[in-house]
């Protein structure tokens, strides 16, 4: 069951420069979708999220991007730093309160 | 800033010992929630729980599972007879509100490996 895919497992970028992350979902009753980031040994920490409304939301360096009609959306990070390394997993809700998680991105941020 | 907290960090059970992870969630929250990660794999919906019962569960939150809130704060989960497969990091988690706009916040995490 791929209702939430993340196709790259990892993503490598410069410090400085922008990440771009990836997920596209299946399901058309999804109408809120969330980006959590999670450490080793750590909980997913929520970082943004976008109702299917709106097509962007900007918090700080965060601003995740939804294209309904292509079922994608994205989180960009700028300028990325190294404390951004970590596990990006896309998450999405259909009304109900369960949250079907993307298989997750790792992403180094390179100095 | 708030935070959902759990017990234990981490607990090495034998296989068919009952498991009990524990939780307290957000104190305004009302609806609770256990996911789960196999290494490797996922994180997994388990179960979302509100007002004293259990709202949604998964295919995998079979007999083996159960789910309390024992009193004002805490909320468990409990496993009858761990089997290695259940080896996995369980995530508690709460919610204000369930729907849309539900922005669920989780717990560090209980590593539990059956041996």
């Known amino acids: 069951d791929q209702q939430v895919k993340q196709n790259s497992p990892s993503l490598s970028v410069q410090e400085g420069r922008i990440s771009i992350l990836n997920c596209d979902y299946t399901?058309?009753?999804?109408?809120?979708f969330l980006w959590y980031k999670k450490y080793p040994a750590e909980g997913p920490t929520f970082l943004i999220s976008i109702s299917s409304i709106k097509d962007k939301n900007e918090d700080g360096r965060f601003t995740v991007f939804l294209n309904k009609s292509a079922k994608h959306l994205s989180l960009h990070i700028v300028p990325s730093q190294p404390g951004d390394s970590a596990v990006y997993f896309c998450?999405?809700?259909?009304?109900?309160?369960?949250?079907?998680f993307g298989q997750g991105t790792r992403l180094t941020i390179n100095p | 800033e708030p935070e959902v907290t759990q017990t234990p960090s981490h607990q090495v059970t034998q296989m068919g010992q009952e498991v009990i992870l524990r939780c307290v969630p957000i104190?305004?929250?009302?609806?609770f929630y256990w996911y789960r990660q196999i290494l490797g794999q996922k994180v997994e919906f388990l179960v979302s729980f509100y007002n004293n019962e259990i709202s949604e569960k998964s295919e995998i939150f079979d007999d083996q599972f159960s789910v309390e809130r024992p009193d004002g704060s805490n909320f468990t989960l409990k496993i009858r007879s761990t089997k290695l497969e259940d080896s996995a990091m369980y995530f508690c988690?709460?919610?204000?509100?369930?729907?849309?706009?539900?922005?669920?916040?989780f717990g560090e995490g209980s590593w539990l490996t059956v041996v």
């Open positions: 988690a709460s919610s204000e509100t369930d729907g849309a706009g539900n922005t669920i916040y």
């Open positions: 399901n058309s009753m999804f109408d809120y």
């Open positions: 104190s305004n929250h009302l609806y």
């Open positions: 998450a999405a809700s259909g009304g109900a309160q369960k949250l079907v």
